[in-house]
């Protein structure tokens, strides 16, 4: 229609002006952020002395057993409910709560909605409302045709030293519930290929693909989505970047077939202190760590990098694999980057920093950095590995951005002014990776 032909317009006047045009995919629902604890009271659901991980949740029972499990670790997650009754029940039981928020949620439309903020021209694979798509960000174009309903996914946030019946949590995060069964088949992915190819993006970024953790596929299903996807990422020239944007995965079978069909065709990655692990235990061919320190030592972080990177570009690299040349770790309390040398990806040292300072804007939810209101819970020093004998980096205060060489990479650490009055961790990731991603493309 005409909002397509004045894409099209603006976007041949946009790349003849130099503007960058990433295309962002998949995933869009409205988020009802709420506070955790007061919405399972509201909603009868009483605190559980039994803390277990359910790969989702098909009862009360569940629901409090695996919150229970989550919250005092402070670790995202995110679940299927399987029982509708009991998803109307808590969707219910928002419409009474005092501070209770509505907003556009989904990997991909948090990212677009990022990339446009910083000046790009974007493409996004999603299906959302029209009411949804009226708080996009103008630069932002939707493959899919409106829908009358979206789907709807409950976040649960909670504060650090929140308590629930014994529990207290040990850091700010959320837990996210959904009944979604739109998002989890990646249906704009077809009008997303057909789009893609014309507009010729300057990244693809791949995200949303956690809503396929444990959702009840038919026999055959989940497989046919994935080689699509596998195919529509072997479609982009060699020269464009593909960044996939990992989020909470639990189910094993899951995690293997995305590093056959995604995480092999990729050049860079962004994922939290939560999936790094998550990731590497799946890659040495263990069981997944569904639950890991909250409060990661830089050390750490930077070792089990060095080893993702060195696996996953060990791996046999003939045919139609794309070496990994860019992996972004973000926690709570830095931000750590790592790019092969010789890469196209460029300002490491300045998107390490922009990513920091996203991460604080975004959790307190000002544009202003407010010292009054954050903390630095980095330390003053840290060691580059755990290996005896490493080299110990002091944090500067006048140049923050730590960088270095090492081997074939270069990594550039940064610390976080930690947010100390929160009022959002949901879609923290996702702005801090596509506020990175901008300065490196």
């Not at 005092?98 to 903020?117: E, T």
């Not at 990244?203 to 009840?216: A, T, V």
């Not at 020269?239 to 293997?256: K, P």
Request: proline share 4%; aromatic share 8%.
């Amino acid at each position: 229609g005409s909002r397509t032909e004045m894409w099209r317009r603006r976007l041949v006047l946009r790349r003849f002006r130099g503007v960058l045009v990433p295309a962002a995919g998949f995933g869009g629902c409205l988020d009802i952020v709420a506070d955790g604890v007061a919405l399972l009271k509201k909603a009868g659901i009483k605190p559980s002395k039994n803390p277990v991980h359910h790969n989702y949740i098909t009862s009360a029972e569940q629901l409090a057993e695996s919150f229970a499990y989550f919250f005092p670790a402070g670790a995202a997650s995110e679940r299927f409910i399987s029982n509708e009754t009991l998803f109307r029940k808590l969707v219910k039981a928002t419409q009474s709560l005092p501070r209770v928020r509505w907003s556009l949620g989904g990997n991909a439309p948090v990212m677009a909605n990022r990339l446009a903020k910083e000046g790009c021209e974007v493409l996004m694979g999603s299906r959302l409302t029209p009411d949804l798509i009226e708080v996009l960000q103008e630069h932002v174009t939707v493959t899919s045709k409106p829908v009358v309903e979206t789907d709807i996914h409950l976040i649960l946030e909670y504060s650090t030293g929140a308590k629930w019946g014994k529990f207290v949590s040990r850091r700010a995060n959320r837990f996210i519930v959904h009944h979604d069964s739109s998002n989890p088949i990646l249906e704009s992915l077809e009008d997303f290929q057909s789009q893609l190819q014309q507009f010729k993006p300057s990244l693809l970024i791949i995200s949303g693909l956690q809503m396929m953790d444990n959702f009840p596929f038919r026999p055959g299903h989940l497989e046919e989505r994935l080689r699509l996807l596998q195919n529509l990422m072997l479609s982009i020239d060699s020269t464009t970047g593909i960044h996939f944007e990992m989020a909470s995965f639990v189910d094993n079978s899951l995690l293997n077939k995305l590093f056959t069909r995604v995480i092999s065709h990729v050049d860079s990655l962004g994922m939290n202190e939560q999936e790094l692990p998550n990731l590497l235990s799946m890659l040495k061919g263990s069981n997944i760590t569904i639950l890991s320190d909250p409060y990661p030592r830089v050390a750490n972080v930077l070792d089990q990098m060095r080893d993702v990177y060195r696996i996953l570009n060990s791996q046999d690299l003939t045919g139609t694999h794309r070496r990994l040349t860019r992996l972004h770790v973000h926690t709570l309390a830095f931000q750590a980057i790592i790019i092969a040398k010789g890469s196209s990806w460029r300002n490491t040292m300045s998107a390490t920093a922009k990513a920091s300072l996203t991460a604080n804007r975004h959790v307190c939810g000002s544009p202003n950095i407010d010292t009054s209101k954050a903390k630095l819970i980095m330390d003053d020093s840290f060691s580059v590995s755990r290996e005896q004998g490493s080299k110990k980096i002091p944090l500067k205060e006048n140049r923050p951005v730590s960088c270095w060489e090492e081997y074939d990479y270069e990594i550039c650490v940064a610390p976080v002014l930690v947010c100390t009055e929160v009022y959002q961790t949901v879609g923290g990731g996702d702005n801090v990776s596509a506020a990175s991603l901008v300065l490196q493309i």
